[in-house]
């Protein structure tokens, strides 16, 4: 195992449903010196690129198609001949803001990602977006969780192609699963563990978000 973990923050807008907000993204950056790939190329693709250096950009990876987690990915692919990969029940999502362009290639549930001796293995945790995905590789103790799960519970789904029950299925069945000591990487804010939010479900549930 030589891959890393590395990680910026861009700031950009999130727009769904005639509304936008002001947000901050964590970009993931996972390789080694000499190749990477993107987890959600959010809003900078100088910021990216530069984070990136002279390293072979192998694939731009979409936890989900809003906006605000592939606004840089089409420009980032141009400028290193990355390859875009989303799940294809997000395509919806992907069409509001590039009507015109297609990702690359579709991810499924169980695919490995592989990078710089990561092996990511594409979980697909629909709710907050229908093709949401984790990104879970046990070697590096980690998992990419995009907006489906954060240090204090599941992603938004007040807003248009989300669902509560969804992703609490999606959380409970795939990510609570996960070994209590993996880390949880977000798609905004800070980190946490799979141990730390676990024991929280229930209160999710009745809470209602
Ligand atoms: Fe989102």
Redesign the pocket.
């Given at each position: 195992m030589t891959a890393r973990i590395e990680h910026l923050v861009t700031s950009g807008q999130?727009s769904l449903d005639g509304g936008t907000w002001d947000v901050e993204n964590n970009v993931w950056i996972v390789g080694d010196d000499h190749e990477a790939i993107v987890i959600d190329a959010a809003h900078d693709a100088d910021a990216i690129l530069e984070a990136v250096g002279d390293r072979r950009l192998k694939a731009i990876v979409c936890t989900?198609a809003?906006n605000?987690?592939i606004d840089a990915a089409p420009e980032l692919a141009d400028r290193t001949g990355a390859t875009i990969w989303l799940h294809p029940d997000d395509l919806p999502l992907w069409k509001q803001t590039y009507p015109d362009r297609d990702p690359d290639a579709h991810l499924v549930d169980g695919q490995v990602i592989e990078a710089a001796g990561a092996d990511l293995t594409v979980i697909h945790t629909p709710g907050?977006?229908p093709g949401a995905v984790c990104l879970y590789d046990p070697a590096l103790g980690a998992v990419f969780t995009?907006?489906t799960l954060f240090q204090g519970g599941p992603?938004?789904t007040g807003r248009s192609f989300s669902h509560f029950p969804t992703i609490i299925d999606s959380i409970r069945d795939r990510l609570l699963a996960l070994p209590p000591d993996t880390k949880v990487l977000t798609?905004h804010g800070e980190s946490t563990t799979i141990g730390a939010e676990a024991p929280h479900l229930e209160e999710w549930i009745a809470r209602g978000h």
């Open positions: 999130f989900h809003h605000d987690h907050h977006a995009g907006d992603g938004a798609g």
